[in-house]
């Protein structure tokens, strides 16, 4: 079975927690990405989200030089480079999220790993669980 090192990612763009809210929409547009993780002294702190951006940001009357601080997620669930895909697929599921940022054994950053990589490794079984726990009815997002 395939680690998630063999299926991430490598080239991820970051942002710090002192980014505007502007830096990080167009890191996100330039990285053709919806999340971003958010890293201090190399070392991942939060994400911040094209959502976070909308509900948090503009949503709630913050401009566009707000710092991603006030904006991103801390509860960052990572993965691990030496998981399987069924380990970081569970991951997925349980946190209903569709990336994940990967760490090394000194919890460096060292890529990211989303459905789209667990599906196009032939690990179709992983995405599959990925992506049922990340479309069930959650109770942490409301949508009307």
């Known amino acids: 079975m395939a680690t998630i090192r063999d299926l991430m990612t ?3 763009e970051t942002v710090s927690p002192d980014h505007s809210a502007r ?4 890191f996100m547009l330039s990285a053709d990405t919806g999340s971003i993780p958010v890293c201090e ?3 991942v702190i939060g994400m911040i989200t094209d959502r976070d951006i909308a509900v948090r940001g503009i949503a709630a009357g913050k401009g566009p030089d707000c710092s991603v601080r006030d904006l991103m997620s801390s509860d960052v669930i990572c993965a691990r480079d030496t998981d399987d895909a069924h380990t970081v697929a569970h991951q997925m599921s349980q946190a209903q999220v569709r990336r994940l940022p990967v760490l090394d054994a000194d919890d460096r950053l060292v890529g990211m790993v989303s459905l789209g990589d667990l599906s196009r490794e032939a690990e179709q079984s992983a995405a599959n669980e990925a992506l049922e726990g990340v479309s069930a009815k959650s109770s942490q997002h409301q949508q009307v």
């Open 23 to 26: 830096d990080a929409a167009a």
């Open 41 to 43: 002294d190399d070392k």
């Open 10 to 12: 490598s080239k991820v």
